[in-house]
C-alpha cells in the first residue's frame, strides 16, 4: 500500500499539530525565564552589584596614593617618636 501525496501531508499536518502542541509550553517557559527572571531580576540586581563595586573601586583608587603617604607618615611618626622616648629616659 503505498501512501498518496495526500496522505503524506495529513501526516505532516498532524506532526506539525503535535510538535507545535509540545513546543508550546517549552517555549513559554523559556520566555519566562528569559524575560521575568533575567531581564525584571537578574540583568538590574547585577547592575546593582556592578555599581557598588565600580564606586568603591573608584573610592579606593582615589586615596591609594594618599595611603602611601599616610604610611610614609606613620614611619616617620614612628621614629621621632621612638628618639623622643630615648631623650625622655635620659632625661629622667
Not at 498518496?4 to 499539530?17: K, R
Not at 557598588?52 to 594618599?66: M, S
Request: some cysteine; aromatic content about 6%; proline content about 2%.
Amino acid at each position: 500500500m503505498a501512501l498518496t501525496n495526500e496522505d503524506l501531508l495529513a501526516i505532516s499536518q498532524l506532526l506539525d499539530v503535535k510538535l507545535d502542541a509540545r513546543l508550546k509550553p517549552i517555549e513559554n517557559r523559556l520566555k519566562r525565564i528569559e524575560v521575568d527572571l533575567l531581564e525584571y531580576n537578574v540583568v538590574p540586581r547585577l547592575n546593582t552589584i556592578e555599581s557598588c563595586y565600580t564606586d568603591t573601586y573608584n573610592r579606593y583608587k582615589d586615596y591609594a596614593e594618599k595611603m602611601e603617604a599616610a604610611f610614609a607618615d606613620i614611619e616617620i611618626m614612628k621614629k621621632v617618636i621612638a628618639e623622643h622616648s630615648e631623650k625622655l629616659q635620659k632625661l629622667a
